[in-house]
């Protein structure tokens, strides 16, 4: 009895010493991960579900994330490619070779000589990763469907044993579940980011409910103080109308559209750039600038038009706060609704 007592404490002892190991080999593989991502990228931490994607396709599974723009997508295959030994080069018989990543089109995997140079690169060890961006092109059920990425299915056929990661910023569960099944992906570890952002907020107020939109619109801007804004109109005259209101009282604002004569537009830029003017009334002739906090419509566009607005330092996560207020007819979101999916931005 005490030898079988021994033993088995023997057992208990070696399987806690490999738990340990095991252990300390994950808490080493992230810290490595971690260095590699400061070296390089000079990020401080991986955000959000990164760390996990870039730990299953190393482990050798296939993955599937889904991550909003702004999210990080690109991360999750570029540390792998640094993590891991393999390299590629143009020259496969390359003594030297110096990439460790290599980017194309799905067009070009499609055809017979590309895919019998990565089936040779795989025969010596060097194919540890393939990752598709903007997955949601394969499936015909997505906004954006493109043939030759259905094509990417020979991949998994041609190369059974190298992990595939599909990322993607817009996929409802079918495409998600198309993109999985086109791919050939193998009880993949699907991740999601969450889509809310809370350093960006939209405001809808409603023009039927408002005694005096204008007036409305100019006491908004006022209470920001020194604000840097721009006010986008679908229409020339209201601009002109509305620039010439907030004038009156008393904010610093010029109009600006595709009627107005070019130099007229070059000296209402110069003034709002270097801080005459405070507002910008204009068409979508002024653009876009992406280091603005605060936009209004003052007539309601697109919802997709409005989205694609956001400030890229909004969209990665920047605590700088960015301010939507649209003055629309109520009929306008009861006709033509934005989707949910947008709702969540």
């Not at 810290?31 to 931490?45: A, C, G, I, Y």
């Not at 599974?61 to 993590?83: E, H, V, W």
């Not at 469907?145 to 299915?153: G, V």
Request: net charge positive.
């Amino acid at each position: 009895m005490k030898k079988s007592l021994l033993a088995m404490e023997s057992v208990t002892s070696e399987n806690e010493k490999e738990k340990e190991k095991e252990k300390k080999k994950q808490i080493h593989e992230k810290e490595t991960l971690v260095k590699l991502l400061r070296w390089h990228f000079d990020h401080p931490n991986f955000r959000d579900k990164q760390l996990d994607a870039i730990q299953a396709v190393l482990s050798g599974r296939d993955c599937f994330c889904l991550m909003p723009t702004g999210g990080g997508k690109s991360m999750c295959y570029q540390i792998p490619a640094l993590a891991k030994p393999g390299i590629i080069h143009e020259d496969l018989d390359s003594g030297k070779p110096s990439l460790r990543l290599l980017y194309v089109t799905p067009e070009l995997i499609a055809t017979p000589g590309f895919m019998s140079k990565l089936k040779k690169i795989h025969s010596r060890g060097l194919l540890n990763l393939i990752a598709v961006d903007e997955a949601h092109c394969i499936s015909s059920w997505g906004h954006d469907f493109r043939p030759s990425y259905r094509k990417l299915s020979s991949l998994r056929n041609c190369l059974p044993d190298v992990p595939i990661m599909a990322l993607t910023a817009t996929a409802a569960p079918k495409v998600q579940k198309d993109v999985i099944e086109s791919l050939c992906l193998q009880k993949p570890l699907v991740l999601k980011s969450s889509f809310n952002r809370p350093n960006i907020y939209y405001e809808v107020r409603y023009k039927d409910l408002l005694d005096d939109a204008y007036a409305d619109l100019s006491n908004e801007l006022k209470s920001f103080g020194d604000i840097c804004a721009i006010v986008y109109c679908l229409e020339r005259t209201l601009c002109d109308e509305l620039s010439a209101h907030l004038s009156k009282n008393g904010i610093l604002c010029a109009a600006y559209h595709a009627g107005l004569n070019n130099k007229l537009r070059s000296t209402v830029l110069d003034n709002w750039i270097s801080s005459k003017i405070q507002v910008v009334v204009a068409t979508v002739a002024f653009g876009y600038e992406s280091t603005i906090q605060h936009f209004f419509h003052f007539q309601c566009a697109t919802f997709l038009l409005i989205t694609q607005k956001i400030p890229t330092y909004c969209l990665t996560g920047c605590r700088s706060f960015f301010l939507k207020v649209l003055y629309a007819a109520m009929f306008s979101f009861i006709l033509f609704p934005p989707s949910r999916d947008y709702l969540r931005l």
